[in-house]
């Protein structure tokens, strides 16, 4: 069946350094990924997305990377700020269903 | 602009009651998505209501649960009979396309 899942529950990094956050998901014929962020008694907000035609989309401090071979997506977010704490989801949409299937999501924990 | 909202933000309601939550979509955006979280957990598709096609229920775990869209705009999410597991934060999303799904604040809802 569909599965989308973070390698780990928790990420803890220093200020200022850069965040990697993994995700694999398990169906092949997802064509659109999205990472939300999600700060405490909050809704998710939309960081970035990017099409399965695309291996690497950047934003304002945030780059994301798919890999359909091995079926693997990552955000990485560079000189982290205590603002970038929050727990992170990534989610697939597979012919424009409308459905996003979202992962467990990972905690990421910036220390001063 | 405004973005989505949700009312109640929080529902304490005794086992057995019903409950509606609703949800006002972003000006414009044709299509609405609930989806529910449970306590640490990701998000789990519900229902998606797409301009004037049949809505998506795939994802309502019951016949207690329903959703309906009124004028293309409000929705009510509707717990029937409602039981201790359906306690979590039901979130609602709009969106233009089926991709880019901009969310609420969410409703928590308790059931003792």
């Known amino acids: 069946g569909e599965s989308v899942g973070l390698h780990l529950p928790t990420l803890s990094v220093q200020e200022g350094d850069n965040s990697i956050i993994n995700c694999a998901y398990s169906?092949?014929?997802?064509?659109?990924f999205i990472w939300y962020k999600q700060e405490s008694g909050k809704g998710p907000q939309f960081i970035i997305d990017i099409r399965s035609n695309m291996d690497k989309r950047q934003g304002q401090r945030v780059t994301v990377l798919l890999n359909k071979t091995v079926k693997h997506l990552s955000l990485q977010i560079a000189a982290t700020q205590p603002g970038d704490s929050a727990v992170y989801f990534c989610?697939?949409?597979?012919?424009?269903?409308?459905?996003?299937?979202f992962g467990q999501g990972t905690t990421l924990q910036v220390k001063p | 602009g405004a973005g989505v909202s949700q009312s109640p933000s929080n529902k304490v309601t005794e086992k057995g009651k019903d409950v509606e939550l609703r949800c006002d979509p972003i000006?414009?955006?044709?299509?609405l998505y609930w989806y529910r979280q449970s306590l640490g957990q990701g998000l789990e598709f519900l229902i998606y209501f797409q301009g004037n096609s049949a809505p998506d229920k795939s994802g309502l775990p019951s016949d207690r649960f329903s959703a309906e869209r009124t004028g293309g705009s409000v929705s009510t999410l509707t717990i029937q009979r409602t039981q201790q597991e359906d306690s979590a934060v039901y979130l609602c999303a709009s969106s233009r396309r089926s991709y880019e799904q901009y969310f609420g604040p969410g409703t928590r809802l308790t059931v003792t």
């Open positions: 000006s414009g955006h044709t299509a």
């Open positions: 169906n092949s014929a997802s064509d659109y």
């Open positions: 989610a697939e949409n597979s012919g424009n269903t409308g459905k996003l299937i």
